[in-house]
């Protein structure tokens, strides 16, 4: 199956072998998600929702699913090979402790506007059009990001390990993901992330085995090379990391797919509690590599080699089979990854339109902007600097959302959540500005072209400025709208829930226009809420 060479120069795996590992992959996936599909099709509650349809463990691999996905083979090791084993672990823990949000977040939401099954539409409900639209259009372009950091991982590893053309399978797995997504919708995704995540679990276990017999550093190689030790990266990236991933998977439509599909909200924190052991133990068992191969001398510092390559050095130092099987792994970890993107951006897009836009046609505007997707990944951009900069966003906006999940801050207008969101964005730059002294640096620090590993604390204070930004605009202008509407003798605004409001007119109104809008919100959102038909 594979090439006899394990120096790592050449690729591994011959074409012959990776076709055939790759496409009957992918084949099988395909058949496996037209399956899932054929009970969704003709079921608009299924295609677009999945409400309380999945059990603990089947939600639990899909937490796992969404997680992971094969950006980890290069993100994690080159964590291990800069901040050592604290690193590795920080990285792990806020990979999964995100999870913990969407067990409180989402029982919560579930008792704030129950008839409501995505944030989006929530926040049309609360907010209204607005930040609806801005909320829309970050979550859209976030799951891009993704889509683009997914698609540049695939595109690196079939041109580390096989002679083939990475552009070819990159578009394969595009359309095959596709095609039983567009059929089955958010159920055959779910069905689907369940399957390849069993496969991936076996076969991570089946590689630790392998690198755990082969390659065994001595102990003076370990002392020698170091990463054990605690150090001043580590800690920080114990704070920066869960800030940034906890915040951007408030975005991911794919997390509230998830938590909205659990049975119960007994079922939700189970699958939140083993799936951050699992999440937990998997990104572990990836990062080790970029310590264990420094010790095992298949990557230093002072080579040419990049330490986001660590876990290939290891890899290619192995028998060929090795090689062949990470392919399967990565091929599965992608599709777990694309098929979730892709029914989020369908999400995203279908609420921004407040559903309104035949199916069909949203579907068709998901495969168009995987083009420009494609053609931004072969650009190879730094993946990591990819999902920084959404996180950064995410950071600097989510909490004013979030604000209308509270009772006690029902009194939060849309444009003092709308100020908070541009807040925590200027709360970056003017951070940046005192910080590095001047004007210019401090704002390109929005950009983070510096990237997460540098020696001051430039990026450990923008993911902590970012929210708290958001939040003090938000309440600064609040008060600000409050004061004036009590000069004027304005009405005071008071959000209240439909369900619990017999009376459109109690939502009162402090800005022009607001009655008006308020008047035709229950009439749209029993728009929003009607089912189509996906047939």
């Given amino acids: 199956?594979?090439?006899?060479?394990?120096?790592?120069?050449?690729?591994?795996?011959?074409?012959?072998?990776?076709?055939?590992?790759?496409?009957?992959?992918?084949?099988?996936?395909?058949?496996?998600?037209?399956?899932?599909?054929?009970?969704?099709?003709?079921?608009?509650?299924?295609?677009?929702?999945?409400?309380?349809?999945?059990?603990?463990?089947?939600?639990?691999?899909?937490?796992?699913?969404?997680?992971?996905?094969?950006?980890?083979?290069?993100?994690?090791?080159?964590?291990?090979?800069?901040?050592?084993?604290?690193?590795?672990?920080?990285?792990?823990?806020?990979?999964?402790?995100?999870?913990?949000?969407?067990?409180?977040v989402g029982p919560a939401f579930r008792k704030r506007n129950s008839s409501q099954w995505s944030m989006t539409n929530f926040i049309m409900e609360r907010f209204g059009r607005p930040l609806h639209i801005l909320y829309g259009i970050v979550s859209t372009l976030f799951v891009g990001l993704y889509?683009?950091?997914?698609?540049?991982?695939?595109?690196?590893?079939?041109?580390?390990?096989?002679?083939?053309?990475?552009?070819?399978?990159?578009?394969?797995?595009?359309?095959?993901?596709?095609?039983?997504?567009?059929?089955?919708?958010?159920?055959?995704?779910?069905?689907?992330?369940?399957?390849?995540?069993?496969?991936?679990?076996?076969?991570?276990?089946?590689?630790?085995?392998?690198?755990?017999?082969?390659v065994r550093p001595t102990r003076e190689d370990i002392e020698r090379v170091g990463l054990i030790k605690p150090t001043k990266m580590g800690g920080e990236l114990f704070v920066i990391l869960p800030l940034a991933i906890a915040f951007s998977n408030m975005y991911h439509q794919g997390f509230w797919q998830r938590t909205f599909a659990s049975r119960s909200d007994r079922d939700l924190r189970w699958?939140?509690?083993?799936?951050?052991?699992?999440?937990?133990?998997?990104?572990?068992?990836?990062?080790?590599?970029?310590?264990?191969?420094?010790?095992?001398?298949?990557?230093?510092?002072?080579?040419?080699?990049?330490?986001?390559?660590?876990?290939?050095?290891i890899i290619a130092s192995l028998p060929g089979w090795v090689s062949g099987l990470t392919l399967v792994l990565t091929t599965s970890l992608s599709c777990c990854a694309i098929d979730t993107c892709q029914t989020a951006m369908f999400a995203s897009l279908y609420d921004l339109v407040e559903q309104r836009v035949n199916v069909w046609t949203v579907r068709a505007t998901v495969v168009l902007l995987n083009i420009p997707v494609i053609i931004l990944a072969m650009r190879a951009p730094d993946i990591l600097q990819v999902y920084l900069l959404a996180d950064l966003l995410a950071c600097a906006t989510i909490l004013p959302v979030l604000s209308g999940l509270i009772r006690r801050l029902d009194f939060i207008h849309?444009?003092?959540?709308?100020?908070?969101?541009?807040?925590?964005?200027?709360?970056?730059?003017?951070?940046?500005?005192?910080?590095?002294?001047?004007?210019?640096?401090?704002?390109?620090?929005?950009?983070?072209?510096?990237?997460?590993?540098?020696?001051?604390?430039r990026v450990l204070g923008a993911f902590c400025f970012a929210p708290l930004g958001s939040v003090v605009f938000m309440f600064f202008f609040s008060a600000l709208r409050v004061g004036v509407c009590k000069l004027l003798g304005l009405r005071q605004f008071r959000y209240a829930d439909p369900e619990t409001s017999t009376e459109v007119g109690t939502i009162s109104s402090t800005l022009p226009?607001?009655?008006?809008?308020?008047?035709?919100?229950?009439?749209?959102?029993?728009?929003?809420?009607?089912?189509v038909s996906v047939a």
């Fill in 1 to 104: 199956m594979a090439d006899d060479n394990t120096n790592g120069s050449n690729p591994k795996v011959s074409s012959p072998a990776a076709n055939a590992l790759v496409y009957i992959t992918l084949i099988c996936f395909l058949v496996l998600g037209l399956i899932a599909g054929w009970r969704s099709r003709r079921n608009a509650g299924l295609f677009l929702k999945a409400l309380r349809s999945q059990s603990v463990w089947a939600l639990t691999l899909n937490f796992l699913a969404v997680n992971v996905g094969s950006g980890i083979f290069f993100t994690l090791p080159q964590v291990g090979t800069i901040a050592g084993i604290t690193g590795v672990f920080a990285y792990a823990f806020a990979s999964g402790a995100p999870l913990f949000v969407f067990a409180i």
């Fill in 147 to 214: 889509l683009v950091s997914e698609l540049t991982t695939i595109y690196s590893v079939f041109d580390l390990l096989t002679p083939l053309h990475p552009l070819v399978p990159m578009i394969v797995i595009c359309v095959v993901t596709t095609i039983y997504t567009a059929f089955g919708g958010v159920f055959a995704s779910l069905i689907t992330d369940a399957v390849q995540c069993v496969l991936i679990l076996v076969l991570i276990v089946i590689a630790a085995i392998v690198v755990g017999v082969s």
């Fill in 271 to 313: 699958a939140t509690f083993i799936g951050f052991w699992l999440v937990f133990t998997v990104t572990a068992l990836i990062g080790m590599a970029g310590p264990l191969a420094a010790w095992a001398g298949t990557w230093s510092p002072e080579s040419d080699i990049p330490g986001s390559s660590a876990f290939f050095t």
């Fill in 414 to 457: 849309w444009v003092d959540a709308f100020v908070g969101c541009f807040g925590g964005i200027i709360a970056v730059g003017s951070f940046g500005q005192v910080y590095l002294g001047n004007r210019y640096d401090g704002w390109r620090l929005l950009l983070l072209d510096g990237g997460l590993y540098v020696k001051d604390e």
């Fill in 513 to 531: 226009g607001d009655d008006e809008e308020n008047e035709h919100k229950s009439v749209d959102s029993m728009h929003c809420k009607q089912d």
